[in-house]
């Protein structure tokens, strides 16, 4: 299942990005040789920026490439290394829950009669993106807890081939 979510954001991922450098080769075209900037793609590329971030955000976390200060844990005891990141995930998944879903929601609900500009695009389109991204990072939090339980019942003599991955 992880497999196939995590090459379903790759593809969307790069989708977005290579869009995001066609309409942006655009918009310096049209502003600077037509002498009449595209206002469509301005606004496209802010919308597509946001679902970029918020679901290649939630993609780097679940690949554990998100910024993380972990000097002092790494002087733990494996075992408590691996309690202290179920600890941290449980926290990841409140924040998720709470910030993410819960007040993506919200806005979503709030923005529910307001269109964009220039697209005519209900906002809606563009803050579900927050909730998308918050659901994904529970997704990869879970996994993280389900391995770290994992590892801490019958792999705790591997610590060192599971630091490698």
């Known amino acids: 299942m992880r ?8 593809i969307l991922c790069t989708v977005i990005m290579g869009y ?8 310096v075209i049209t502003r600077f040789i037509l002498k009449n900037p595209s206002t469509l793609t301005e606004e496209i590329l802010r919308y597509l920026l946001v679902w970029t971030t918020m679901v290649g955000g939630a ?10 200060i972990n000097m002092l844990t790494k002087k733990l005891p494996h075992k408590q290394q691996k309690m202290l990141d179920i600890i941290i995930q449980v926290i ?14 919200h806005l979503v609900g709030t923005t529910s009669n307001q269109i ?5 695009l209900p906002m809606p ?6 909730p998308v991204g918050g659901i994904l990072i529970i997704f990869y939090s ?12 019958g792999k705790a003599a591997e610590p060192a081939a599971a630091e490698q991955k």
């Not at 993609?59 to 993380?68: E, F, I, Q």
């Not at 964009?116 to 005519?120: G, P, Q, T």
């Open 20 to 27: 995001m450098v066609l309409a942006v080769c655009w918009q």
């Open 125 to 130: 389109y563009v803050y579900a993106s927050i």
């Open 59 to 68: 993609y780097a976390y679940g690949r554990r490439k998100h910024l993380s």
């Open 142 to 153: 879970l996994i993280f807890i389900m391995e770290d339980i994992k590892e801490m019942s």
């Open 92 to 105: 990841v998944i409140v924040f998720a829950v709470v910030v993410m879903i819960m007040g993506g929601f």
């Open 116 to 120: 964009s500009a220039a697209l005519h």
């Open 3 to 10: 497999k196939v979510i995590d090459k379903i954001i790759e």
